[in-house]
């Protein structure tokens, strides 16, 4: 079965996703070898919120496959300030381009896209809905480190009500067996029911306030941002952004395997002390970012496996 | 006294249009509002409330019978969400011609509007709305854009207004 969009991982299977990361390994193991893959063709990256990271790394991808983009990286002075619907802008895209990469504010907008294009369009994050490519270089980074996809404890720290890695994470980890996933964050940011229901009854889970209490017991720790605009009362946010401060410390009780992640950007939840610990693997997450981001952009542009 | 009895003695029979049995005792007036019929509406209604009901677990329900009365899909689905289990029954010629239980459907297209303000369906988009049912009781819906849950107080409010 081809899958025809990319805008959420509940729509894959773990025998795509495995075929997948393992096409990303050809390509960080081999780079040269796919250097012609989407020769002429064009990517059109369209930015309804910026982000530096998500959009230079698909760009870097499409580069090194040999072929180009066109886009915008924020709405500001394009037709979609004038009011254009998302509807009307990518029937503009798939006319110029062969595959779409969207980051749109709105939830559903990658739903939306996919409906009217009738080339393949990639979420690159939607809303605080999902992050559908984020979780597969987190996975492909797990798996590179712990050698399996299956039988891990994961913990995912921050927040998790309104952070899109969260669900797109939580999903990934629930197409295989027996991986548990501690929840760890302040009351008001709790993972959403909708979620919850999702993976129910698909992967192990507990929700829990305390991260240094599972930290002994943990293959990984996935840290997310808590945004200061969550909190109405700024006292409260000050307390629980210092709760999840990870320093060298905080690490010190860890299994000699654990990893630790961040989708990045930073601003205070890991010490910079951390960074050069051997269980910092953001920054290399972020590298892996590209090789995955390349398998998807070859999956989508040729077909060139099927599951 | 039977429902048969019941419905014989306090409402009369129509010739032509629907019958909605069986509705949850107090409802049907929700379900006139749900339907947009009001004084205006040209033809015979009957409306019976809290009447005794075998079939029914409070013991108690009401009847509606509304003349030269066709229900269209769209108008079912919100009956289904609303007073899922009443009967509902078409009669021509004073004729029973076809009788269905009214079901909470397992898909809602364009009758609610999803409560997220940022999902995709409340902005200006070629799309309608669509839900499916995650549960029964209570009643739970999930949009089928921004994935967001519906829950009952939230669907009663939209669909009656209050
Ligand atoms: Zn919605």
Redesign the interface.
């Known amino acids: 079965m081809q899958i025809r969009h990319l805008i959420s991982i509940k729509h894959l299977s773990n025998k795509f996703v495995e075929k997948l990361l393992k096409s990303a390994r050809e390509m960080e193991a081999h780079p040269e070898a796919f250097a012609d893959r989407a020769k002429g063709k064009i990517l059109a990256d369209l930015f309804f919120e910026p982000s530096t990271r998500t959009r230079l790394s698909f760009e870097s991808a499409m580069l090194r496959l040999g072929g180009n983009m066109l886009g915008f990286s924020s709405p500001k002075g394009t037709s979609v300030e004038k009011?254009e619907?998302?509807?009307d802008t990518i029937r503009m895209a798939h006319s110029y381009a062969d595959i779409i990469v969207l980051r749109h504010?709105?939830?559903?907008?990658g739903?939306?896209a996919a409906?009217i294009s009738n080339v393949p369009v990639i979420s690159g994050g939607t809303?605080s809905?999902e992050h559908p490519t984020q979780a597969l270089l987190d996975l492909y980074t797990i798996w590179k480190h712990h050698g399996r996809f299956s039988n891990l404890k994961i913990a995912i720290v921050g927040d998790l009500r309104y952070g899109r890695t969260v669900p797109s994470l939580s999903y990934v980890l629930s197409l295989f067996p027996n991986n548990k996933i501690y929840f760890c964050s302040p009351k008001q940011l709790r993972v959403?029911?909708?979620v919850l229901?999702e993976i129910e009854g698909k992967v192990e889970y507990e929700e829990l306030e305390d991260l240094e209490e599972v930290l002994p017991k943990i293959d990984v720790a996935y840290i997310t941002r808590v945004q200061k605009e969550r909190f109405p009362d700024p006292q409260d946010y000050l307390k629980v952004r210092d709760s999840y401060v990870i320093t060298p410390k905080t690490l010190g009780n860890v299994k000699e395997s654990f990893i630790l992640l961040h989708p990045l950007p930073r601003v205070g939840e890991i010490s910079y002390e951390v960074d050069k610990l051997p269980q910092a693997k953001y920054f290399e997450q972020a590298k892996n970012g590209v090789y995955v981001r390349m398998a998807i952009l070859d999956y989508f542009l040729n077909y060139p496996w099927e599951v | 006294m039977t429902d048969k009895q019941s419905k014989q003695l306090i409402v009369a029979k129509i010739k032509d249009g629907v019958v909605i049995d069986r509705i949850p005792p107090g409802r049907s007036l929700k379900v006139l509002t749900v339907l947009g019929i009001d004084e205006t509406y040209p033809a015979q209604v009957s409306l019976a409330i809290k009447v005794p009901s075998q079939k029914r677990p409070e013991g108690l329900k009401d009847v509606l019978k509304i003349a030269n009365k066709e229900l269209t899909q769209e108008e079912l689905d919100k009956l289904g969400l609303i007073i899922p289990g009443a009967a509902y029954n078409i009669i021509q010629d004073y004729k029973v011609v076809k009788k269905e239980e009214l079901r909470l459907p397992s898909r809602v297209q364009g009758i609610l509007k999803c409560q997220n303000p940022n999902c995709a369906t409340n902005f200006r988009e070629p799309i309608s709305t669509e839900f499916s049912l995650i549960s029964e009781s209570p009643l739970v819906l999930r949009c089928e854009y921004c994935e967001r849950f519906l829950g009952e107080d939230y669907v009663s409010q939209l669909l009656y207004g209050r």
Request: without cysteine.
């Open positions: 009011g619907s998302l509807a504010y709105i939830e559903g907008a739903r939306v409906e809303g809905q959403r029911r909708e229901s």
